[in-house]
């Protein structure tokens, strides 16, 4: 996920941080604010949408 928001938007990210939460945990905040998070279930990960993702960044660069 984080290598395709790379990809496509290359030159428009300044920072990229990526911080390891218990069991595979992440969320994703752009300019502080949470725009995606992987949440763990005890049945299942749940990850965030690219589209929506990319659409977040887009709306912001």
């Not at 395709?4 to 218990?22: C, H, Q, V």
């Not at 905040?29 to 993702?53: M, N, R, S, W, Y």
Request: glycine content about 8%; proline content about 5%.
């Amino acid at each position: 996920m984080a290598s395709e928001a790379l990809t496509r938007t290359g030159d428009n990210i300044s920072t990229f941080k990526l911080t390891p939460g218990e069991h595979g945990k992440f969320d994703i905040t752009i300019d502080g604010e949470l725009v995606g998070e992987h949440k763990h279930t005890p049945d299942a990960h749940l990850f965030p949408d690219l589209q929506d993702l990319m659409r977040a960044i887009n709306d912001r660069i």
